[in-house]
């Protein structure tokens, strides 16, 4: 594998340095002319020596080289242990590897692939929490409708308990009502004297229609006597107790003043059968 250039560059200063150092302490030192440090050397007798100087000089010269050289070997160093360059040379190595498929990923490709399918997988997990929580929410809102609904058909099947509560207490009332009623009374109050014969006629097609001209007729279907009277129609002509308790004259005097007040239609079937 050829080297870095880095390196060539580090071990190429290294040998200048060493062969301007070897030079300088073999021969550069001691062939310094001795007519130019006589100034400094006067004490020192048949002996050519450095100037102190040129010492310092060059000792400064190898100091800045080797920290020169230093930091480029940590930069060579940092270089090679960083994420890119060892993909770089993993690749390569790769590359020249003789055993290698063709066509197959480089390792920073496929580190790249799984980097990629990482991030769409943890991108498809949060879309499927999401729905997860979406689909929650859905179901506790229906929870709650469902409640709801229930909570008002509970609201109405009271009211119409309490309906039909009511109307049973006003049934009850009704029912004491007539049965306390004196049953004795059985000719109107407000009417004069009823008449002294049955109607016949048309009134007797009627009650035949009706009850089959029975006076007493009471089916339990809530109309009562021979011409069918509902309590509300007989209380309202002014009279009291049962209908089918009262007397035929009376019965009649009531479909009388019924029909001369409201016409035939109080007995609408019978009325349109017999063409009243």
Not at 3 to 16: Q, V
């Amino acid at each position: 594998m050829r080297k870095h250039p880095l390196i060539a560059l580090i071990a190429f200063t290294f040998s200048a340095v060493a062969i301007f150092v070897g030079a300088a302490g073999a021969s550069g030192i001691n062939s310094v002319p001795v007519r130019a440090t006589t100034h400094l050397d006067k004490g020192v007798s048949g002996a050519s020596a450095m100037p102190a100087r040129d010492i310092r000089w060059l000792a400064t010269v190898v100091r800045e080289r080797a920290a020169a050289a230093a930091a480029l070997a940590d930069q060579v160093t940092s270089e090679r242990n960083s994420p890119s360059w060892q993909a770089r040379a993993a690749d390569s190595t790769a590359i020249h590897d003789v055993a290698r498929p063709p066509r197959v990923q480089l390792p920073s490709a496929w580190h790249a692939s799984i980097v990629r399918a990482a991030t769409a997988h943890a991108a498809a997990l949060a879309g499927a929490v999401a729905l997860q929580a979406q689909q929650q929410q859905q179901q506790q809102l229906q929870a709650q409708q469902a409640q709801a609904a229930q909570a008002a058909q509970a609201a109405q099947a009271a009211q119409t308990a309490a309906k039909a509560a009511r109307a049973a207490e006003a049934a009850n009332a009704a029912k004491a009502a007539r049965t306390s009623k004196p049953a004795r009374l059985s000719t109107p109050r407000a009417p004069a004297a009823p008449p002294s014969s049955v109607l016949g006629g048309a009134w007797l097609s009627l009650r035949l229609c009706e009850s089959g001209d029975n006076y007493s007729e009471d089916t339990g279907n809530g109309y009562y006597g021979a011409y069918q009277f509902a309590l509300s129609t007989w209380w309202g002509l002014g009279y009291t107790g049962l209908p089918n308790e009262a007397a035929p004259a009376a019965q009649d005097q009531a479909a009388e003043r019924l029909q001369a007040n409201s016409g035939w239609g109080q007995w609408p079937a019978c009325s349109a059968e017999l063409g009243l």
